[in-house]
């Protein structure tokens, strides 16, 4: 019973693994792609002046020679700070993959090694948690005294909640656009169309701020390229040109609702979340729907509250509740009887009792109601009042 399933436990840690994995991928692309195209730039410079060296003065020489180190220069400073992400990714995936290997060494759930391994993933669960709900300083107040700087996604974190807020509050689609520039190609590759989302707001706020000539060139620059994906998109924003903002006409006004921001922000979220391999629910929730399965039973779900029972995560419809709302119900082989009073479970200790009206609740709750009542129980369902020494004990067989 003690015995841990390593496997099991492995499956619901591959975001942690991934997460920095698919970062360093990226870097190191980027990185690359750089490299590239600077130094395409700085051998075509260089042929040309050795193509034109007879009308070129030294002086002529010697300034774009000066032009072309500097440019090297802001090259290698690039690279260097690259080179750092990189350690850094490269460490926290050393890390982790530690932390995981761990696990292999435990040989019992009662272990104190174990129990230490869980708390800590509890820790970086809860940070998990807490960074993508932006709670940024209780988080970094966790990760500071537990120690756990390899073990959060704090910069990934931090860029989702700047570019989010941007597009929301400031109602700017700069960050999120200069962010899919630089990851056109994977986007491309997952098929995400972001980018022409934020190009269209961008196209949409023009047409608001009535710069009609500014937005045509906009779209001739920018959403034209999506025509062969988009096409019906693009027609639709291209006659929304002659519209106005206060139109009442379902698509266009939908187009021009500002709720759109919030969609962005939203997209936005779930792309780089699917590009980095995490998944859009937090552990957390996971791993706290995995529990709540095991405890929904169909009283849980009544429309009638009496129904429910007080000590149940799940029949809490605001909070656990909630997370548990899509879940399927669980498959009880033996049923358990509960006190609708107190909300414990019925056994041979505390029987269950039946009063006049056939209503049954646990000998505990009622000897509690009779002893404030002068020897009186009040049936919660029928509001009817009884003896206690009417309660008849009910034996379980
Ligand atoms: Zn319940």
Redesign the pocket.
């Known amino acids: 019973m003690d015995k841990i399933n390593v496997d099991h436990m492995l499956a619901i840690e591959e975001p942690f693994m991934k997460a920095p994995l698919e970062q360093l991928k990226r870097s190191l692309r980027q990185s690359q792609k750089l490299v590239e195209r600077e130094t395409q730039q700085v051998n075509s410079a260089i042929s040309s002046m050795v193509n034109n060296h007879d009308n070129l003065s030294a002086a002529e020489v010697n300034k774009t020679l000066g032009e072309l180190v500097e440019r090297l220069q802001t090259l290698k400073r690039k690279l260097e700070e690259a080179k750092q992400e990189e350690t850094q990714l490269i460490r926290r995936s050393k890390q982790r993959a530690t932390d995981l290997n761990e696990l292999s060494t435990f040989t019992s759930t009662t272990q104190p090694e174990f129990q230490r391994w869980c708390r800590t993933r509890m820790d970086r669960i809860l940070i998990d948690y807490m960074l993508r709900n932006g709670n940024v300083e209780t988080a970094e107040r966790l990760i500071e005294n537990s120690h756990l700087e390899h073990f959060a996604d704090t910069s990934l974190f931090a860029l989702v909640m700047s570019t989010e807020r941007e597009l929301r509050e400031e109602n700017s689609c700069r960050s999120a656009l200069q962010w899919c520039v630089e990851n056109r190609s994977a986007l491309r590759k997952i098929q995400s169309t972001l980018e022409f989302e934020l190009r269209l707001q961008e196209f949409i706020e023009m047409i608001r701020e009535r710069k009609t000539p500014d937005a045509i060139a906009y779209a001739k620059k920018h959403l034209a390229a999506w025509s062969d994906t988009e096409m019906p998109r693009f027609q639709r924003a291209m006659t929304l040109l002659a519209f106005s903002p206060s139109t009442n006409c379902p698509p266009y006004k939908n187009m021009f609702d500002m709720s759109r921001w919030d969609h962005l922000a939203h997209q936005f979220r779930m792309v780089i979340f699917q590009l980095f391999d995490l998944p859009a629910q937090p552990l957390l929730h996971l791993l706290l729907q995995t529990g709540l399965s095991a405890?929904?039973?169909p009283?849980?779900v009544s429309a009638d509250p009496t129904e429910?029972?007080r000590n149940?995560?799940?029949?809490h419809t605001e909070t656990l509740g909630k997370l548990a709302k899509d879940l399927p119900l669980s498959h009880h082989v033996n049923s358990n009887l509960v006190c609708r009073i107190t909300g414990d479970k019925m056994n041979e200790d505390n029987p269950p009792m039946r009063l006049p009206n056939g209503f049954v609740y646990s000998l505990n709750s009622l000897t509690d109601m009779a002893a404030k009542n002068d020897g009186k129980v009040k049936c919660p369902r029928s509001g009817q009042v009884f003896s206690f020494s009417d309660a008849k004990k009910l034996f379980i067989s």
């Open positions: 405890l929904k039973t009283a849980c429910h029972n149940c995560p799940v029949c």
